[in-house]
Structure formats: C-alpha cells, structure tokens
C-alpha cells in the first residue's frame, strides 16, 4: 500500500532546507547576504530567499527562558591564575596499519566534541562572561579577560577540565568509536597566526597544540579514533561565529593569502597526524560557503597534503559540501582515493521546519531524506557521513503532539537508524554543553538513555576480551587489507580456534562458496571471452576476504566495516591483476559482500 504521507513528504521535502546551530545572542551576519543563487545553475533548482536565509546559525535561538548576561563587570572578571599540569601523554604509539586500518574503514558511532577548542557562545557563555566586542566568538575570548595572560588562564583551565580522560572511557563503554574533534588553526600554535586575525593573541594559544595531542591519544587509549575538523579556517569559511570570527565576514575565498595559510595548517596537520592509529581523517573545511571555486580548494588541498609524507597518501580526507549534497557527490565520486563527503542535518531553523510538526519530521527522515541519503551514497562507494545532527526540536514542532517525549526519541531514533543504513558514519552534535542536563535536543550525555539508546554498539553489544581473541583467531594470513601487502596483519595473539567458528568455516565456506559460483556460472556463461577460472578465483578471494575482514572489525570492539566500497577498490589495487584478474573486480565485489554478511552474522550471534 501507497504511504500517501510519506509519498507526499518525498515531493515536498526540501533536502538543502537545513540551517547551523543556534547562536543566542544578537550579531551576526546572515548567511543569505553572500548566497548567489547562479552558484546553484549547474542542474539543480536555486534556493529560495527564505531557504537561503536560514543557513544560518539562528541569531534568536537560546534555550527559553534563559538569559545571558555578557556585562563586563570588573568585579567578576577577575581571573586567578591557573597553575597548569604538566601536559602528558605526546607520544603518539607505534604506527601498526591493521589497527589504523580498522579505525579509518569501520561504521562510525560518533558524536563532536564542540566548544572544547572552538568556542561557541550558545555552548560555553561562561567564557564569554568577559570577552571583548561582540563577545560572540572564539577571538574576543581571546582578546578579553583584561589581558592575553588571563585569557590564556580561562581557556586553559577548559581545555585541562571540560572533556578528559574519564570522557573518553565513558563514551568507549557505551559503544561511541570515533569524535570529530573541531579545532581552529589559531589552536596549532602562535605560528600559524601570523597575518591573521588572531596574530595579536597568539600567546594565549602557546600550550594548545599538545593539548589536542593529549586528547588524541587519551581517544586512542579508549579506543576512539579521531577526525580532526578544521572548523575554523583563516579567513573564515563562512562568516559565522563558530569558525572563531565575529565580524561576520567571508574573507577566506577573496584573499588568496588565506587559502595559502590554511592549506598550511593542513599539511601540518597531515604530517603530523597521518601516521597515528586513531586518526580516522581531518576534515578540510567545516560548513563551507559553496563558492564556484571550492572544488578547486579541496584538490589543491588533498594533493598537498597527500604529498607532506607516504602516510598521508592513504590518510581519510573529509569534505563538507557546503549543504549541497548533491553537487559534491559528483566531485567525491569522481575520485578514486580515500576521500568522505560530510552532510549536517538540522530541523530547528527555517520556517517550514519550526512549523512542521515532530512527527512530520520523522516522516521526512524515514523517507525523502533516506532515499537521498541512500542515492548520493551508492553513487560515491558510501563515501558519505552525517557529522553534525541532533534531536533538536522546536517548541512549535511539539505543541501539538500528545507526547512530546515520545516524539522526540522515534525523531531521534530515526535519525540514527537512517544514517547508519544509508552511510558510513554519524555524529551527533554534540558531546556536552553548559546547561546540559536539561537539554537533551543538543546535549548527548542528557540525551542517552531517553531520546537517543543507552547503547551504540554496531552489533547491539560490546566484546569481552574471550570474544574478541576468538574473532581474530586463525585469520588468513593472505588477507588482502587495503594499503597492506599481503602477509601482512597485525591482531592479538593468535590460538587455535574456538570449536564454534572452525565447525562455521570448515561447513560454511564450502557450501555458500558453491552456491554462489553456480550463481556466477549462470551470468558467466552469458558474457563472451572471459575466463571463468579467473572470475571464480576472483570470486573466492573476495568470500574469503570478506569473511575474514568482518571477523577482524568484530574483534575491535564489535566494528563493522563502513566503508565498504573504498575498502574493496583498495583492497583491488592492493592484491594486483595477479590475484584479482582484469574484468573479474565485480566477482570480487559479490564475493566480499556475501562473505562479509556471513561473518558479521557469525561476529553478531550470541
């Protein structure tokens, strides 16, 4: 039967009506007055004015009720001075590419961990009781507090105190595998803000950079792998506060000069990063304004910083498609190396959405935006990540539901049970936030448990340590693993393996294995000059491939391989025309996919 509602929903859906994060407060420059409706000529219909106009980050929206009181008062501003502990743990571990492998190519359960080094005032207004100006951004942080060494007290003492150590294991315990971890460049150190906005405080952001080396490895230690979003470009990317601006201006595409900056933060970045474990990729830009010549920016960046050191060849880079889903999925799927489309999703902000009712919009996930999401992500090897969402509803979105709590969880988890089929990856905005206890639309800690799971797990559970030995036992030693000669797979210490398993494999492989050449003879036989040897080799290499693949994900934690197109073209270009023959790829491809079925079925059963 025809859902009328979710049919009408998939024609009326508006899937570039999406809109920032709220920033309370007034300022701000709205995003409408640098859109330039002939950006979008290329096929798809131009964005309304109204539309335009919500890409915003609300200037009206706080948390109701609420008030913040930005005054500088003198009597509190006072600032003590902040005794800094010694900052641990800069040693990245040795670099193992099975490891690093699992955390670049796995299902990603994440969330952000947002006003950690990039402040937003809607977030942290606690650190902005005392800025300077607008107060409405990271640089009158910086520029506040009466003076460079206060401001470098305040902002220190949240770095060492807003998120640690505890953090992560919390977050590891309850199934979350990867943060996205924005930073600015002002965060790498006093260098990089030369002829910047930022130059005059460079001193405040001495002692930042190994901070983030702390919180990478204190990630790694949990088993949390890292993207590292440069949220804050020089220049800024789109004008708006949280790139750490509060001006309001776009200076980053009209000035050359700021282009050259950035893609040297990105090579420092590359080359300091490429080679550790738990880095799953940096995000080139955050939210970018999508300019006739952002294309061109992102491959001026991807071959510089592909070239800073061997690593960085493989390293995962992550675009943000400016809201256009569409028109980036042609650029991404047009390259062949490892590189990620990142789309945020919101419904809080445009007219249309405030007004549609909570459970209009779950309709809408359910429906027009899967079907999009599911398209653009086939299209590009399911190189596609939801990084930014919530389960942020407006009050008008809920007046007239009869249970606003039940609402918000099916919004919620909907949500999540969409991008997790239709992409490789999640992550919710965000981590924590002052306040937030009572705002589980924003906050994830107020959020888990009641509108979102208690737990993420990709298999609905986490892996004691007798599962996990018995997942990475007797792993073919030939298994192709992208970036990786053969021979080469690092995992826990091997034993003989578990009853179970050998009595799977020794009955499993066999029969599915023929089953699936009887399949494949059928089609063969229809093609003309190809030889059915090779594509039955073929074939079996990819059963065998990807059986054992999902056995070693299983074996970090209960992982599922996410990104499984890039993972196979890689695993191709690994293994050569010896062990893969020319014309037989998609024998490869129908083999891996079922063997990685079965063995994330073996990985999953109790």
């Known amino acids: 039967m025809v859902n009328l509602l979710q049919l009408s929903a998939l024609f009326a859906y508006d899937l570039k009506s999406v809109a920032y994060k709220p920033i309370p407060g007034s300022g701000g420059i709205s995003a409408a007055s640098n859109f330039n409706s002939s950006q979008h000529s290329n096929g798809s219909a131009p964005l309304a004015a109204s539309a335009a106009h919500v890409r915003q980050r609300s200037t009206k929206k706080h948390k109701p009720g609420k008030s913040l009181d930005t005054t500088d008062d003198s009597s509190s501003c006072n600032v003590e001075p902040y005794d800094a502990p010694e900052i641990l743990g800069q040693d990245f571990p040795p670099y193992d590419q099975t490891t690093a492998n699992v955390y670049r190519y796995r299902q990603q359960q994440s969330v952000n961990l947002g006003s950690w080094f990039v402040n937003e005032k809607w977030m942290t207004p606690s650190l902005f009781k005392c800025a300077s100006g607008a107060q409405g951004a990271e640089i009158d942080i910086a520029n506040g507090w009466g003076s460079v060494d206060n401001a470098r007290a305040v902002l220190e003492r949240h770095w060492d105190t807003f998120i640690t150590e505890s953090d992560f294991e919390y977050l590891a315990n309850i199934g979350i595998n990867t943060v996205r971890l924005p930073i600015g460049y002002w965060n790498l150190g006093p260098k990089f803000t030369d002829n910047t906005a930022f130059e005059s405080v460079a001193q405040v952001y001495e002692n930042c950079w190994p901070r983030i080396v702390r919180a990478i490895n204190q990630a790694g230690n949990a088993g949390i792998g890292v993207l590292v979003d440069l949220h804050g470009a020089v220049g800024s990317q789109n004008g708006q506060p949280h790139s750490g601006v509060s001006d309001g201006q776009t200076n980053f595409f009209s000035e050359p000069s700021n282009m050259d900056k950035t893609v040297d933060v990105l090579t420092f970045l590359a080359q300091q990063l490429g080679s550790v474990n738990n880095i799953v990729g940096i995000q080139i830009l955050n939210e970018p304004q999508y300019t006739d010549t952002l294309t061109d920016f992102y491959s001026r960046a991807i071959d510089a910083m592909r070239s800073t050191c061997p690593a960085a060849k493989s390293l995962p880079l992550y675009v943000h498609d400016g809201f256009d889903l569409d028109r980036l999925s042609s650029y991404v799927a047009s390259r062949t ?197 090779s594509w039955q080799q073929s074939t079996s290499r990819g059963y065998t491939d990807g059986f054992t693949t999902a056995k070693v994900f299983a074996s970090y934690n209960m992982s599922k391989v996410g990104f499984t197109g890039q993972f196979m073209m890689d695993a191709i270009e690994v293994a050569g025309p010896t062990l893969i023959a020319q014309g037989t790829e998609d024998g490869y491809h129908d083999g891996f996919m079922h063997g990685l079925r079965d063995g994330e079925k073996l990985a999953g059963a109790p």
């Not at 991008?419 to 009572?438: D, R």
């Not at 559970?461 to 970036?483: C, F, G, Q």
């Not at 080469?488 to 699936?516: D, K, M, W």
Request: glycine letters at 6%.
């Open 337 to 533: 190396d490892f590189v990620v489309q990142d789309h945020h999703s919101y419904f809080v902000f445009s007219p249309s959405d405030q007004k549609e009712s909570g459970s209009q919009h779950t309709v809408d996930v359910d429906g027009a935006i899967s079907q999009s999401l599911v398209r653009v992500s086939n299209k590009q090897r399911r190189n596609l990540v939801v990084d930014e969402w919530s389960c942020a509803l407006t009050p008008e979105s809920l007046e007239s539901e009869g249970d606003a709590d039940k609402v918000r969880k099916e919004f919620c988890t909907e949500q999540m049970k969409v991008y997790s089929n239709a992409t490789a990856g999640w992550g919710f905005w965000s981590y924590k936030k002052e306040g937030c206890e009572s705002d589980p639309g924003w906050c994830f800690t107020s959020a888990v448990g009641k509108s979102l799971p208690s737990t993420f797990f990709a298999y609905g559970k986490a892996a004691s340590m007798k599962e996990a030995n018995n997942l990475a036992k007797d792993v073919s030693d030939n298994l192709i693993i992208p970036t990786v000669t053969e021979n080469l797979l690092n995992l826990v210490q091997q034993n003989r393996p578990s009853s179970s398993i050998e009595h799977h494999e020794r009955y499993a492989f066999g029969p599915l294995i023929r089953r699936r050449f009887e399949a494949i003879h059928q089609h063969r036989d229809a093609q003309s000059g190809q030889d059915t040897d």
